[in-house]
């Protein structure tokens, strides 16, 4: 997939509704940082 196309996939991003699970992971940072955040966020919805 061409980077040129990355802007128009993020403009068709909807954020979730109160019904639909899901997390908002901040991805400032390295690819370990924006990783272990993702990981910390998806392991507290599952506790």
């Known amino acids: ?3 040129a196309l990355l802007d128009s996939q993020f403009a068709t ?3 979730l509704q ?3 699970a899901g997390v908002a992971v901040d ?3 390295t690819p370990e940082e924006i990783t272990a955040r993702a990981v910390a ?3 507290g919805r599952t506790a």
Do not use: F, H, K
Request: net charge negative; aromatic share 0%; no cysteine.
């Open 18 to 20: 109160d019904d639909e």
């Open 41 to 43: 966020a998806l392991r």
């Open 13 to 15: 991003l909807e954020p």
């Open 27 to 29: 991805v400032s940072g």
């Open 1 to 3: 997939m061409p980077t």
